[in-house]
């Protein structure tokens, strides 16, 4: 047993170790970067229209797209349609400005950060997983299942999270309560009878997952509370070919308790239309009917992971479980409980009207005044969301915010206002824009001219392909992991502010875009985009700046 103890600072990746899984039939790894065809196989060819006019005369960026007066890509992809009836109890999202984390991935899902593919469709030699998370009530376990789910999804393991509280809202009629003793272990036995009704329904659907969708890691989120049903559980799964990994979430201090509680109300489909204190009551009443009959995580045979006050420590059972669980632990080791919201915010305009990726343009005038324009927008978008929420009975105070930009001239000097306000910047050069490689300073045209064969397969996969020398959007989602990693375990507000192709990836990974959708997102100059956290999902909010002309190019 193993027992870690984290500081403010990410630990170093974990090495691969050897296989937790007799399922050892995947072919040798093969970089998909190098093979655009087999992505673009997939999916129905995007074409030229998934170029922006980022940078005039960056065209692996979008710059090719305006000099062909292509019409911008709408903000709603053709991935993305309507399904009625998703077979996880999840609608699919329909746009981008909607989090897609809940949907159910097809067979041949390919993820932004994937680094191979196989026959079997899982990776790491891993096999198949199911998470199953154990914890009393308004522990973050919803949060922790999401987060999962969201990290996992753009590594390429294909991932869903199936939350058993799902499965009871539909199994019990509209309009119709839940029995009273629900919650409680000494159930009558009508009610017995629902919630396994409820579980065989949820199980079935993890089964299908596994068997027909080549699903690799399957979360079940539930109370989970007692040593025997879990041993029923890791029986059941384990004739199946599934191994078993247990993740307990305790917390005993009472302010992350109440947070959760008010997230949970906030987003919680139990709750839509509750008084907020009737609500809260309500949900405390379901914790105190768990707190007599709960048993804690001590089977020593099982492989588990304790998580103690969302992340101050963590403790290891069995830990020699392979690659891909370690990586997990890697991970826990680095989310918290997200409160604060991420904006996004695109750089001035440069002194240079065509700016070449090697001259590293400052700021123009008109640069300098949007740069306090977003300064003061920003500021004061966050006193007014402050002052509802003192007003809605939360009394902590003004998150803190942080700002981070590349090391690029004009996404430094953009922050200048902040640090002149007394807020903290940091340059990270994993947030420089794509490279553009032998492209830099080429017109459409010209790239056209010099580049015909490139040109074709950029448009048959814009998101993988690379121009020579240059970088790929998936290459850049590689190299941004660090800062992901880094935005899970900031709790404050975080601005960055960078170009529009980081934007783009940062936010795919947040809204659990597809790699059709990443090279095709709008980012005006003229609004800040925020990202606001929630147990469930993600939300997203469009600040408009007021006095910046809309524009599409840098």
């Known amino acids: 047993m193993i027992s870690l103890s984290l500081d403010s600072s990410p630990s170093p990746s974990p090495s691969p170790t050897v296989s937790i899984s007799s399922e050892d039939h995947d072919r040798p790894p093969s970089p998909m970067a190098n093979a655009p065809s087999s992505f673009a196989s997939s999916l129905s060819p995007p074409g030229l229209s998934t170029f922006h006019a980022d940078l005039a005369t960056s065209p692996i960026t979008g710059g090719f797209a305006s000099q062909m007066h292509l019409s911008p890509p709408s903000f709603t992809s053709p991935m993305r349609t309507q399904s009625v009836g998703s077979k996880y109890l999840r609608r699919q999202s329909s746009s981008v400005d909607e989090d897609a984390v809940h949907d159910a991935l097809s067979p041949t899902h390919v993820s932004p950060a994937q680094l191979y593919s196989t ?9 198949k997983i199911c998470i199953v998370l154990v914890g009393l009530p308004a522990r973050g376990k919803t949060h922790l299942a999401v987060s999962l789910t969201r990290y996992l999804r753009w590594l390429g393991v294909k991932t869903h999270a199936f939350h058993l509280g799902d499965y009871r809202r539909v199994h019990i009629a509209p309009g119709t309560d839940v029995p009273d003793d629900y919650f409680l272990v000494n159930a009558s036995p009508s ?11 949820c199980k079935a659907d993890v089964y299908r997952f596994f068997e027909e969708d080549r699903g ?16 029923v559980l890791v029986k059941e799964f384990s004739q199946r070919g599934i191994q078993t990994l247990f993740i307990e979430s305790i917390c005993d201090k009472p302010e992350i308790i109440e947070a959760n509680v008010r997230s949970v109300k906030i987003s919680s489909p139990d709750y839509i239309g509750w008084d907020e204190k009737e609500a809260i009551k309500h949900y405390l009443r379901r914790i105190s009917d768990k707190i007599p009959h709960y048993e804690t995580l001590d089977e020593p045979e099982f492989s588990y992971i304790k998580l103690y006050n969302a992340g101050e420590r963590i403790l290891l059972n069995n830990s020699r479980m392979g690659y891909l669980p370690n990586r997990i632990v890697f991970y826990l080791m680095n989310l918290h409980i997200k409160a604060g919201c991420v904006y996004f915010a695109r750089a001035g305009k440069s002194t240079e009207q065509m700016p070449r990726y090697k001259s590293d343009p400052r700021l123009s005038d008109e640069g300098r005044t949007y740069a306090r324009i977003l300064t003061d927008t920003l500021l004061e978008h966050r006193r007014s969301e402050h002052t509802a929420r003192v007003t809605h009975g939360d009394n902590s105070p003004e998150r803190e915010l942080i ?3 590349s090391t690029r001239r004009r996404t430094i000097e953009t922050s200048t206002e902040f640090e002149k306000r007394g807020f903290s910047c940091r340059q990270r050069p994993q947030l420089s824009q794509m490279h553009p490689g032998s492209c830099d300073g080429l017109s459409g045209k010209e790239l056209e001219k010099q580049f015909p064969e490139e040109v074709e397969l950029h448009k ?8 020579p020398r240059a ?3 998936h290459d850049l989602a590689v190299r941004l992991e660090p800062v992901i990693l880094e935005m899970e375990r900031i709790p404050n507000d975080i601005l960055i502010i960078a170009h529009v192709s980081v934007l783009r990836v940062l936010y795919g990974y947040l809204m659990a875009c597809s790699p059709f959708d990443i090279p095709a997102l709008d980012f ?10 929630s147990a469930y999902n993600n939300k997203v909010k469009r600040i408009k700046i007021y006095g910046v002309e809309e524009s599409q190019t840098l």
Do not use: C
């Open 119 to 127: 026959e079997s469709g899982r990776l790491f030699h891993a096999g």
């Open 191 to 201: 009610t017995v009878i629902l919630r396994q009704r409820v579980m065989a329904a």
């Open 216 to 231: 690799q890691v399957a979360i079940y989120d539930a109370v989970n509370p007692t040593s025997a049903g879990r041993r």
């Open 403 to 405: 700002v981070w930009t």
């Open 460 to 467: 048959k996969d814009p998101y993988r392909h690379r121009f």
């Open 471 to 473: 970088e790929s959007y």
């Open 524 to 533: 005006e100059r003229n609004e800040i985009v925020e990202i606001i956290p």
